[in-house]
């Protein structure tokens, strides 16, 4: 171990907590700093009601992940939270109602398969091999740093031998026939906030973790893993400062010397982590005039993931009945051309797509004895389109809640005791996201590992970035991962591998 640092985590979201467990785990001083009144930062907890909603990721995967950070810390994961796994993982639907279970073991994916075209079935165990291989070559790098062009070149030939390079739809077409199966089998980019149509295939690694280790459900809701963390965090004798905003990183020439509060507090570091969104910690934390890289210009020029407009809410009745499952995508007729409006429009779109997560399914602990709890998920243009959500907010949420009443829940409307809604404007100031692009920068092949915002500043040489804006990206898995990357950077383990 290096000698014991002085370590501040800006903000206390998955990559935050990873990142600041482990070197708390190392016998630094870790605090972390939270401008919300309590930690988890997208998955943050709503409380409304008696009904317990997660605010942000309800998918997770690959518990070795999770399992890693608290044997990091000589624990054992299970004595914080438990995961339980799920099957199916998702329950698609059609534009007309019908469904495919995406389910874990290839024999009941092919049965699926069998239902809508059985002569894809072929062609699904050819493209499944290629995943394998997309996945064996990329997985040991998602938790390795980029920090050199060298590394991006190492990867490359695997990149161009696999096609890896294609967008995900145009991949999945050369195997698949089926209209509704290709998108079965290619939507997993808007799970991280990409186009499918768009986002390169080499993130066809997130269907192969699913595939590995399963989809799972946290019990008590995806807050039961803030809570566990945050509670190893303190046991390990880290510290968290809660209802605090930072207002800048304070810069002495080319390294950081701590952080300034929105009330003034200075507090002093010799290491400085941002949890928070580089391309707002670049921009709003850290002056202009300071920055050799990273200008305001240039970081407003990248391109950014959709936004989401999410509702929660909780019904006095069971849909025990209905058609539904623990995770549920409801893909629209015109999905190419509403794919197209989301990622390059500058209105709202006219039709929809929807995620619908209904935990209650498999824990009823969550909500009030005999009810229903729901998180509805629309992606939306982010805030660079031209879109006034002060003023058609309400509206949004209507269509979408008419739409579930018509077509999934019926009586909806009547039945909601408990509601709450976010938006763009939400991720933007309070999520601290630029353009209130949920998942940060767009998973392009020239936005993703070296070409991201680095792990460790490219500038400052004791600036640390964790979260869905750095290497590897958005989703659960990576955003822990980027946390790994940054404890083994700042103080490495003995025989870790970089590249």
């Given amino acids: 171990m290096e000698k014991r640092k002085k370590i501040i985590v800006i903000g206390s979201g998955f990559g935050g907590l990873s990142s600041a467990i482990r070197l708390a785990a190392k016998g630094h001083d870790v605090n972390i700093i939270e401008k919300r009144d309590k930690p988890g930062g997208r998955a943050y907890q709503y409380d409304i009601n008696g009904f317990k909603f997660d605010g942000g990721p309800t998918v997770i995967t690959a518990p070795y992940i999770f399992d890693e950070i608290f044997d990091a810390a000589g624990k054992k994961r299970d004595d914080y939270f438990t995961l339980a796994p799920l099957d199916p993982f998702y329950r698609i639907f059609d534009s007309d109602g019908r469904h495919f279970d995406y389910m874990r073991n290839e024999e009941d994916v092919l049965r699926q398969i069998d239902l809508w075209n059985p002569a894809d079935k072929a062609g699904y165990l050819k493209f499944t091999r290629r995943t394998t291989d997309i996945f064996s070559l990329f997985h040991p790098y998602t938790d390795k740093p980029f920090l050199q062009f060298k590394n991006m070149l190492k990867i490359m030939p695997g990149v161009i031998r696999l096609g890896a390079y294609m967008g995900t739809h145009q991949y999945v077409r050369r195997y698949i026939k089926h209209d509704f199966l ?65 207002d800048q990183i304070m810069v002495l020439g080319e390294n950081v010397t701590g952080v300034r509060l929105k009330d003034g507090t200075v507090h002093e570091a010799d290491i400085v982590v941002s949890n928070a969104d580089s391309a707002f910690t670049y921009r709003n934390l850290i002056p202009e005039e300071s920055r050799k890289k990273y200008k305001n210009r240039q970081i407003d020029r990248k391109s950014y993931s959709s936004s989401l407009f999410v509702i929660y809410f909780g019904t006095k009745k069971r849909y025990l009945d209905s058609k539904l499952s623990h995770h549920n995508i409801i893909l629209s007729r015109e999905y190419k051309r509403l794919m197209k409006q989301i990622f390059k429009g500058t209105k709202l779109p006219d039709d929809l797509s929807l995620y619908l997560h209904m935990p209650t399914r498999s824990d009823s602990s969550i909500a009030p004895e005999g009810s229903e709890l729901f998180y509805v998920l629309a992606l939306v243009p982010n805030m660079k389109a031209d879109i006034e959500w002060e003023q058609i907010a309400e509206e949004y949420k209507n269509r979408i809640l008419d739409f579930l009443e018509k077509n999934y829940l019926p009586d909806l409307r009547e039945n909601i005791i408990a509601e709450h809604y976010i938006d763009p404007p939400h991720f933007k100031n309070t999520l601290n996201s630029h353009y209130g692009a949920a998942f940060s920068f767009t998973p392009s092949l020239l936005q993703s590992a070296f070409f991201r915002p680095h792990n460790r500043s490219e500038q400052f040489r004791n600036l640390y970035f964790a979260g869905a804006g750095t290497h590897p990206g958005a989703g659960v898995p990576a955003v822990l991962s980027s946390g790994k990357i940054v404890a083994e950077l700042i103080d490495p383990t003995p025989n870790q591998n970089g590249i």
Avoid: C
């Fill in 182 to 246: 290709r998108k079965v089998f290619s939507f997993h980019p808007l799970l991280i906030g990409g186009n499918p149509f768009d986002t390169p295939s080499i993130y066809l690694l997130i269907m192969q973790f699913e595939k590995e280790w399963g989809v799972h459900y946290a019990v008590g809701g995806v807050s039961s893993i803030v809570k566990g963390f945050s509670r190893l965090f303190e046991e390990l004798g880290g510290t968290m400062l809660l209802n605090s905003e930072v």
